[in-house]
């Protein structure tokens, strides 16, 4: 589903930047949508989640379902009131909220007002996304992982529909066409959270949300709540670290080249592609299993699981992070190349995704590694990582962006993401958390081998083909860029298969690491 997601995702995007292409109102649009994006990331992904999933997961272990089901009711209600109000401020403070994040729109003709008023219109979208992260930190404890995998689906569809449907109907009228986005988004925050309804009914924890004065006292006053707000305050300052970094990069961004913003939102977009599919994804299945095994304490499993994900990341990303190094401007032509989308912007928004792509390995570690704190209901330690790496990434930008622009803030968010990863992963190994088990050095000689075999394909088809111009079709592109990836999947897959790498193995965790711990030396059996 998370696949799937991401599929509907690139389609979204190819439609937005082909109806809209890079300029100041499309600009406008990714600022405000990245305003409710932001507090989402603070308090529903980020910091909310990382502390109400291991207390969720701990107290169904010991007190039992009636328990769990009055902490998700408490807070729920404490949830839905602190977002009324949250959402009501957000609408007011908008154009104080558009320049703090991107004051330089004000030199753009009309993009600092089309922001306000698209913010105000996006803004309760924090509201709607902040009660589907709940819904989804309580299905994943359940281990019901396909419905909140599925919620961004319709999101995207919602804003496929928008700009394909919406769009042209609001040019039609006379009324700027980039309105009919921020609609979609409503549209699929809504959806997002009624899918969460019927599943939640079905495992017997709908929360009742107060309404009373005296209700909502005692969910405030309640021990769990009390206890998910305590873990919350150093997470929420963890993750206010990276957003804070994200918030300085688009106020730098608005000051570049117009269609700057949009150029790093676009590459952003695909080089979430594998963040999501594999850090995002295995993050979300990680984090109940390893906050279960911490509340039993059985402490190999949590290793192995660690050890696991670690695995994948590395026999998954390294290719794609490859990939995003090699052919980053077959990829944006490809996908994105069409209509009001052009080549100038196919160039630009290529450097962008080309320094996305140098840490890409590090953005999706930080998903596996950064739980193994959170289960151990540890937030502290990756706040103060990653308050370090803000000022170095910062530091990154003063060096990189006068002579890269807009991809120098990509190149330093990607060095950043290394820096993270590779400190949480020293932090876990000290504290003898994550014990690596036999077999790593032969996984990334065979790692290694395969992506250099995979790297001179895709440098060659780099070269090969062309990928943008008047007499380059939609059809050609699409199917040039389709053999280019599937060749150097195969390439990939098949050098591993013939250095004896257990393939088969791969998505079973218990065989895999099983396995992987006895490949020093290739087997008959593999």
């Not at 021990?223 to 804070?244: D, E, F, K, Y």
Request: charged share 10%; hydrophobic share 55%; glycine share 10%.
């Amino acid at each position: 589903m998370t696949l799937a997601s991401r599929i509907t995702g690139l389609v979204r995007e190819l439609l937005v930047a082909a109806f809209f292409g890079a300029s100041a109102t499309t600009d406008a649009f990714n600022v405000a949508f990245r305003l409710p994006n932001l507090l989402r990331r603070l308090f529903a992904e980020g910091a909310f989640s990382q502390a109400f999933v291991p207390v969720l997961a701990a107290t169904r272990e010991t007190d039992g379902l009636a328990a769990t089901h009055r902490l998700v009711s408490h807070i729920a209600t404490v949830l839905v009131w602190v977002l009324l109000v949250t959402c009501v401020v957000g609408v007011l403070a908008a154009p104080g909220l558009v320049w703090l994040i991107a004051s330089g729109l004000q030199q753009t003709d009309g993009g600092y007002d089309t922001a306000v008023l698209l913010t105000r219109w996006m803004f309760p979208y924090i509201g709607f996304m902040s009660l589907v992260a709940m819904a989804a930190g309580v299905l994943n404890t359940w281990k019901r992982f396909l419905v909140p995998a599925a919620t961004p689906v319709l999101l995207n569809v919602a804003m496929i529909i928008a700009a394909a449907v919406g769009a042209p109907w609001l040019a039609r009228l006379g009324i700027e066409p980039i309105y009919a986005l921020a609609a979609g988004v409503m549209v699929g925050g809504a959806l997002q959270l009624g899918i969460q309804i019927p599943a939640l009914r079905r495992i017997g924890v709908f929360p009742k949300i107060g309404i009373r004065p005296s209700a909502i006292k005692e969910a405030w006053n309640d021990a769990g709540t009390r206890r998910i707000l305590s873990l919350m305050a150093p997470a929420l300052l963890g993750v206010s670290v990276a957003q804070i970094s994200l918030l300085i990069n688009t106020q730098i961004a608005s000051y570049l080249q117009p269609g700057s913003v949009s150029w790093l939102t676009y590459a952003d977009r695909l080089m979430e592609f594998p963040t999501a599919l594999l850090g995002v994804a295995l993050g979300v299945v990680l984090l109940p299993q390893l906050a279960s095994a911490k509340a039993q304490g059985d402490l190999d499993a949590y290793s192995a699981l660690l050890n696991w994900g670690l695995r994948l990341v590395v026999v998954l990303t390294v290719p794609c992070a490859l990939a995003l190094l090699i052919i980053p401007e077959p990829l944006v032509a490809a996908l994105y190349n069409y209509g009001r989308f052009t080549a100038g912007d196919v160039q630009q928004t290529s450097l962008a995704l080309a320094g996305y792509g140098v840490g890409l390995v590090g953005l999706v570690a930080i998903k596996i590694l950064a739980p193994g704190y959170y289960a151990n209901q540890d937030t502290k330690t990756p706040v103060k990582i990653a308050i370090v790496v803000l000022v170095i990434t910062q530091a990154l930008n003063a060096v990189f962006v006068p002579y890269f622009a807009h991809a120098g803030l990509a190149l330093a968010i990607g060095l950043g993401a290394l820096i993270n990863a590779a400190w949480l992963w020293i932090g876990l190994r000290r504290r003898q958390v994550l014990r690596h088990g036999a077999g790593w050095s032969g996984l990334l000689v065979r790692v290694t081998v395969a992506a250099s075999a995979m790297g001179a394909w895709l440098y060659w088809g780099a070269q090969a083909f062309a990928w943008h111009g008047d007499g380059v079709s939609w059809v050609g592109r699409l199917g040039a860029l389709g053999l280019v990836c599937i060749v150097g999947g195969i390439i990939y897959l098949g050098a591993l298969a013939l250095m004896g790498f257990p393939l088969r193995q791969l998505m079973q965790r218990r065989a895999v690491v099983s396995a992987l711990d006895n490949i020093t030396e290739p087997k008959k059996e593999s």
